[in-house]
């Protein structure tokens, strides 16, 4: 195995992912994570640049699942109700295609994130790395 330094987060970045637009609301995204098992999703502009970051953390920071006992209905109904753009972290921290795995990986260690979305120079997104996969690549899985 090569050593991770000098692996190429092109060689385990996630090429296909799901991805919002700031006029999508949070209902959406609550479904889309659970179906999908996702943790993050990125928030593209129309020329797929990506302008935002919504996490698990974010929808259930604005569901308020933790504080309003709210009916499945209620909280769907909620959650239609707001759009991305309101709790999407921005600005996003990206990383280049041709940058090492151990760049990633220090990246996320030090802002304490979970994925990086992965950007051409001209800064639309062709990929997606997550500390999961990472994980896989340091492990002989990726």
Do not use: W
Not at 44 to 67: E, F, T
Not at 84 to 93: K, L, Y
Not at 99 to 113: D, H
């Amino acid at each position: 195995m090569r050593d991770m330094a000098s692996k190429r987060v092109a060689e385990v970045m996630q090429q296909e992912f799901a991805a919002l637009r700031c006029g999508d609301r949070l209902d959406l995204v609550d479904q889309i994570m659970g179906l999908g098992r996702i943790r993050h999703l990125p928030v593209q502009d129309a020329a797929g640049r990506v302008v935002g970051i919504v996490s698990q953390r974010s929808l259930l920071d604005a569901s308020l699942s933790r504080v309003l006992d709210f009916e499945p209905a209620q909280r769907r109904a909620f959650l239609r109700s707001i759009e991305v753009d309101e709790v999407m972290s921005q600005p996003v921290e990206t990383i280049a295609p041709d940058a090492s795995l151990a760049e990633a990986a220090r990246r996320m260690a030090i802002l304490k994130i979970g994925c990086l979305p992965v950007v051409r120079p001209d800064g639309v997104m062709v990929g997606l790395v997550t500390e999961t996969d990472l994980l896989a690549a340091a492990y002989g899985n990726g």
